[in-house]
């Protein structure tokens, strides 16, 4: 299985400050087509996951171009130029590029 | 409009059965792959299975045997029938639309969850 490693575990931000997020996989998600089959999901507190970058560094539909994603084969990474309280949650990455599916095991992102 | 609506959930006892529901809308079972995902209290995502539009399933390892997927396509509705629960199998259960026609890329869509307990 590709191991999802996700740093670090709790990340207290204040608002208007950048943030940054590492996913880290035990095998490479670059597929032949490309892309790199890592996504990025965010959990808001009592909600269910919403997609925020997909293959890598596209933002899905309607998530605010202060998220971007970077990173290719094993290494990955999420950035907020400026969280904004409404950016608290559980980050997520996940990668498709191997059965099974796996995610890494989140970054809580509060403010301080 | 896409939506997701989970239903099924309840208290059950080890080694029981219980079958959560899926009800679609604005977009087509036969397209699109969809997939449950489930979240333990306190813990975080794990893959549970997935269909795809042609009929392929694949599952977790930890399900493999004593869930099974499926769906119908006439009625919009995707299912997950769990036998032989365990202790381990509590937790909320997703299910999620991919975004990409007939494969098994990125979830644009997710439920609201059913919460599953496993407890004698």
């Known amino acids: 299985d590709a191991v999802m490693t996700q740093s670090p575990l709790s990340l207290p931000v204040r608002p208007g400050e950048p943030a940054s997020i590492s996913c880290r996989s035990s095998?490479?998600?670059?597929?032949?087509?490309?892309?790199?089959?890592l996504d990025w999901y965010l959990q808001k507190p009592g909600q269910s996951p919403q997609l925020l970058i997909y293959m890598g560094s596209n933002r899905a539909s309607g998530v605010p171009d202060r998220f971007s994603g970077s990173g290719s084969g094993t290494d990955f990474t999420l950035k907020i130029s400026r969280v904004e309280a409404e950016d608290v949650g559980t980050y997520y990455c996940m990668q498709t590029r191997h059965t099974p599916i796996t995610f890494g095991g989140g970054t809580k992102v509060e403010l301080k | 409009e896409v939506q997701l609506l989970e239903s099924g959930g309840g208290l059950v006892q080890p080694g029981g059965s219980l079958r959560l529901s899926c009800a679609t809308s604005?977009?087509?079972?036969?397209?699109?792959?969809m997939t449950w995902v489930r979240q333990a209290p306190g813990k975080g995502l794990e893959w549970v299975s997935s269909i795809y539009g042609r009929g392929d399933t694949h599952y977790a390892d930890s399900v493999k045997g004593r869930f099974t997927i499926s769906k119908d396509s006439s009625t919009d509705t995707l299912y997950l029938q769990m036998t032989s629960l365990r202790v381990e199998d509590t937790a909320i259960y997703y299910c999620?639309?991919?975004?990409?026609?007939?494969?098994?890329?990125?979830?644009?869509?997710w439920g609201q969850g059913t919460l599953v307990t496993v407890s004698s």
């Open positions: 999620a639309k991919d975004r990409v026609p007939d494969s098994s890329w990125s979830f644009d869509f």
């Open positions: 095998q490479s998600l670059l597929h032949s087509n490309g892309y790199n089959h």
């Open positions: 604005g977009f087509s079972l036969d397209t699109y792959t």
